[in-house]
């Protein structure tokens, strides 16, 4: 047993500390990841920031080649096949990688391939079919039939610890569904039902629904933007009773039907887009603790539900659900998403970052390296601030020694290992999250949000003269962006610059903290505003750089 620590003059809590941002992260649709540079992002973020899990979009889109009712004809006319036909290659190829990265899928099925879909060609630029099924028995045979491809080939135990959720964000309509609330609930009840009976041990959830709203407009069958017109008004959105979409609704279908619902999902931007009374569309964003407020909701509304062991799962979360927003590239998402991480860690089983990577083709590829993009990396793999902030969550213990609003002290326990990460959203942004923005110049502003934070802490009980790597990102340390915005905001990058940002991406303030000869490491240290420090015990020598 690791010789107990004192922290701050106490003996410390000593509680689990769930590592819901690295159980699962996002990606955009399946097809994507059959290219080299996808693979090669995924597996750094398996083996830098511990990725467990990796959900996506569109493992049925025809981009996949799975429900096949031609033959194929090339440049002739293909021949209709007298029943369907399924075919694996492509999937293979992809959870062959995701398995051999040491990762596992989690499994959202859909979309509706073409031939099976009511209507076709409805959403983005690849033209996924978001549509119920022209036929409910064939769909349950393609799920059925790929389920037991996934057992054959990868084996029962295998499979049985993969989430299976049923579509995305149904609730969107005419975008990721056509069809109204119950014929979703229709098609998750005959979807799960088709998964246990290939084994009652499989798991399934869903309705991965999107954000919470304040209003009506998904009290019935189908949207009602008139009923977003008081959101719209709202002086104080902030004032407003936000609750989830179809989760009250889903678990008394479930239960009244007796359905199976291992797990719930649902997505938690921290952003609204309410129509007023006019159709003018107005962006909201929401405090800073929005994702906090939400997850207790949900875990009120799991506790006291049929289903009170099913775990929830957020299997879409980042500061806006816009892949166009220049937040997404800042160190100011790095502070944003460390300090919601850490507030999360015990409300959920996991929050899934969306995306790990700007190999993401949800409205085309991105418009230079800077672009927006959800990732973690840019489509060039340089490391976002994001990346950081997740490396250094990543390399907490599973013991929550103390956590403080401005951080956490934690410790492993398998090797006793001291860890910790502090950051400094700064106390000028008051509740604001951090917003968003449609060029990397707009977000600049928020730099000058202070003041400086003093973070002090004295650690007892370590080994004589422990060592303890710090590294720090900040303004003047790992902010590729900003070096990016110094360049000019090149669009299309050459091979130097683009291995200048690599360097620049990934010079971080590393120092290295030393216990005195009686075990007691002191911390104080000054933090710019925004920035994100990690502290790390050694159980070798460590070389500063």
Known sequence: MPTPLIIDGRSPADQELRHV????????????????????????????????????????????????????????????LPEPVYTFAYVDKVFDAILDAGARPFVELGFMPRALATQTETLFWWK?????????????????????????????????????????????????????????????????????AVDPELKVGGPSTSVFVPDDRYAGETQDKAAEAPTAAAPDPDALDWKPVWIHEFIEWCASRDVPVDFLTTH??????????????????????????????????????????????????????????????????????????????????SVAYWTFTDVFEEGGGGIGPFHGGFGLVNEQGIHKPTFHAMAMLARLGDRLLLQAPHGAITRSSSDGRLTALFFNYPQGMGTRGV??????????????????????????????????????????????????????????????????????????????????????????VELAPWAVMSLVEQTEPTTTS
């Not at 996808?38 to 830098?48: G, I, S």
């Not at 806006?320 to 999360?344: E, G, V």
């Open 21 to 80: 941002w690295n159980r699962c992260l996002g990606a955009g649709r399946a097809n994507e990841a059959l290219r080299a540079d996808w693979q090669a992002h995924f597996r750094e973020a398996v083996e830098v920031l511990g990725a467990r899990y990796v959900r996506f979009h569109g493992v049925f889109h025809d981009d996949m080649f799975v429900y096949r009712v031609e033959d194929g004809g090339g440049f002739g006319p293909p021949s209709q």
């Open 128 to 196: 996924a079919h978001c549509s119920p099924p022209q036929d409910m028995a064939r769909w349950t045979e393609l799920v059925r039939t790929t389920v037991e491809h996934w057992i054959e080939r990868y084996g029962l135990e295998e499979v049985r610890r993969w989430p299976f959720e049923v579509w995305n964000e149904p609730n969107l309509v005419p975008h990721f569904w056509t069809g109204t609330r119950t014929e979703y609930f229709e098609l998750y009840e005959a979807t799960a039902r088709a998964i246990k």
């Open 268 to 349: 938690l931007y921290p952003t609204d887009f309410a129509f007023d009374a006019q159709g003018k569309g107005r962006p909201i964003q929401r405090h800073v603790d929005a994702t906090h407020d939400d997850l207790v909701a949900m875990r009120k509304i799991i506790a006291a539900s049929p289903f009170p062991e099913a775990e929830l799962h957020i299997t879409e979360w980042s500061s806006s659900p816009s892949s166009r927003d220049a937040i997404h590239d800042t160190l100011f998402a790095a502070s944003y998403i460390a300090r919601a991480f850490l507030n999360a860690a015990a409300l959920a089983d």
């Open 435 to 524: 917003g968003s923005q449609r060029s990397y110049a707009e977000t600049r502003h928020l730099a000058e949000v202070g003041p400086a934070l003093r973070v002090q802490h004295t650690v007892e009980g370590l080994p004589a003269g422990a060592r303890v790597a710090v590294e720090v990102l900040d303004w003047e340390h790992g902010n590729v962006a900003e070096a990016w915005h110094a360049m000019g905001s090149p669009l299309n990058l050459s091979r130097t610059q683009t291995a200048e940002l690599r360097e620049v991406a990934d010079r971080l303030d590393r120092t290295v903290l030393t216990a005195s000869a009686d075990g007691v490491l002191e911390i104080d």
